[in-house]
């Protein structure tokens, strides 16, 4: 099955798996109210959970790739605009990543 992504809803085939409703949180289901699996609050790095203190997995400092850890150094993974592809998004913004990173990685 394929991801798509509209830029709230993640689909895989005609199933709800996520969403990004707020923007910077994906939550899982189709719920605005659902469990927190990631975000993505400063717009520049990609953290586990909820909280804008939480770990960070990977980065998008400089616009145009996913990093690697926290580092702007840090290697490149894919970039936001292959990784829109990927999940059937147009959009190469942070939550773009954020999907990218939690569902199609």
Do not use: E, H
Not at 40 to 56: C, M, T, V
Not at 63 to 84: E, F, H, M, P
Not at 100 to 105: G, M, S
Request: hydrophobic share 30%; proline share 2%; with cysteine.
């Amino acid at each position: 099955m394929s991801i798509k992504y509209d830029g709230k809803i993640i689909k895989s085939g005609y199933s709800v798996v996520a969403n990004t409703k707020d923007g910077c949180n994906l939550r899982k289901g189709s719920s605005g109210g659902g469990p927190v699996i990631g975000n993505i609050k400063d717009g520049k790095n990609i953290r586990d959970g909820q909280s804008s203190g939480g770990k960070i997995l990977c980065n998008i400092r400089d616009g145009k790739n996913i990093r690697d850890g926290q580092s702007s150094g840090g290697k490149v993974l894919i970039k936001i605009s292959d990784a829109a592809k990927k999940i059937g998004s147009s959009s190469v913004g942070p939550s773009t990543a954020l999907v990218w990173w939690f569902i199609a990685k």
